[in-house]
T-cell receptor, first 113, second 107 residues
């Protein structure tokens, strides 16, 4: 079956712009996670959804970052007023409940010029 | 969230030797302990996990041991092969990852 997909695969934007990153989880997976990963670092937790609600958003670095999952399936990570320090690979993962094995998407590489 | 610390940060072994990576955690109520492998340019993938009702779990050359009293769990890879070279991450029950261990297996 289909795995986790993320779009776009690459996004180049200018400092100060707004970006949206999309994640399509595995069908039926109730838990969805967003991470960001910089080169040579581990995945940094951003936010976790259980169904439609954000069960833990304590990893969001500041109020420029926001994520939604309105129907309990697809999720969108939104970043306002992007900064060069936001450049990273943004990973999405889903699982059948929590805690359980996470299945990761291929990531979106965000570059802020 | 759960505080997970991972050691060592890098590990180099000869092919055929064993490798051990250790993680300590802070929340004594944690019950789920996964290990992920990330090859260069690829996404993390689960290689083994353990729940607190057992002390050890094995899958071929890979094993995980859990010491709930000391609050640590370890990944053991036996008979290492060059294709085991990757970065390995432990995670806590809240799915926050450790800093990673870069394992290099020299042929």
């Amino acid at each position: 079956g289909a795995g986790v997909s993320q779009t776009p695969s690459n996004k180049v934007t200018e400092k100060g712009k707004y970006v949206e990153l999309r994640c399509d989880p595995i069908s039926g997976h109730t838990a969805l996670y967003w991470y960001r990963q910089s080169l040579g670092q581990g995945p940094e937790f951003l936010i976790y959804f259980q169904g439609t609600g954000a069960a833990d958003d304590s990893g969001l670095p500041n109020d420029r970052f926001f994520a939604v999952r309105p129907e309990g399936s697809v999720s969108t990570l939104k970043i306002q007023r992007t900064e060069r320090g936001d450049s990273a690979v943004y990973l999405c993962a889903s699982s059948l409940g929590q805690p359980n094995e996470q299945f990761f998407g291929p990531g979106t590489r965000l570059t802020v010029l | 969230g759960e505080n997970v610390e991972q050691h060592p940060s890098t590990l180099s072994v000869q092919e055929g030797d064993s490798a051990v990576i250790k993680c300590t955690y802070s929340d004594s109520a944690s019950n789920y302990f996964p290990w992920y492998k990330q090859e260069l340019g690829k996404r993390p993938q689960l290689i083994i996990d353990i729940r607190s009702n057992v002390g050890e779990k094995k899958d071929q050359r890979i094993a995980v041991t859990l010491n709930k009293t000391a609050k640590h769990f370890s990944l053991h890879i036996t008979e290492t092969q060059p294709e085991d070279s990757a970065v390995y991450f432990c995670a806590g029950e809240d799915m926050r990852f450790g800093a990673g261990t870069r394992l290099t297996v020299k042929p």
